[in-house]
């Protein structure tokens, strides 16, 4: 809790603790839509653990950490075509990860995925 890996603190309690990169380049909150009951990036493994969102014409909608939001359009077809799979989710339909962990195989599929884990992390732990 609290752990720095160089100038990257993995629990954040504080803005000022988000020093490298700054506030305005680390997401918060992201908007999955319907997608999934929790969306999470890995930090140390370059797959999807969870289905990207894909809410906004084949994009996601970003709040940063000093406030601003960003609207994000996956760039890799792979991105978008993610195995999904339609569970119950209280009285939704909700899309989620069919089958286990996925690794991109794309340069835009890499792209996408390491774009989202630099945005969360603020660098790659891998």
């Known amino acids: ?3 720095r ?5 993995l629990l954040l309690r504080r803005l000022t ?3 490298s990169p700054g506030a305005g380049q680390r997401a918060v909150f992201v908007d999955t839509g ?3 009951a929790g969306f999470g990036v890995p930090y140390v493994s370059p797959t999807w653990v ?3 969102p894909k809410h906004h014409r ?5 709040s940063m950490a000093d406030g601003h939001a ?3 359009k996956w760039k890799g077809r792979e991105t978008l075509d993610l195995p999904r799979k ?5 009285n939704l339909q909700s899309e989620w990860l069919d089958g286990s962990d996925y690794h991109p195989q794309t340069e835009d599929g890499i792209y996408d995925l390491q774009r989202v884990q630099r945005i969360t992390w603020g660098r790659l732990g891998y």
């Open 1 to 3: 809790m609290g752990k």
């Open 5 to 9: 890996v160089g100038s990257t603190v």
């Open 17 to 19: 603790d988000i020093v």
């Open 34 to 36: 319907q997608t999934d």
């Open 50 to 52: 969870h289905i990207a």
């Open 58 to 62: 084949d994009g996601v909608t970003l």
């Open 70 to 72: 960003e609207y994000w």
């Open 86 to 90: 339609l569970v119950p989710w209280y």
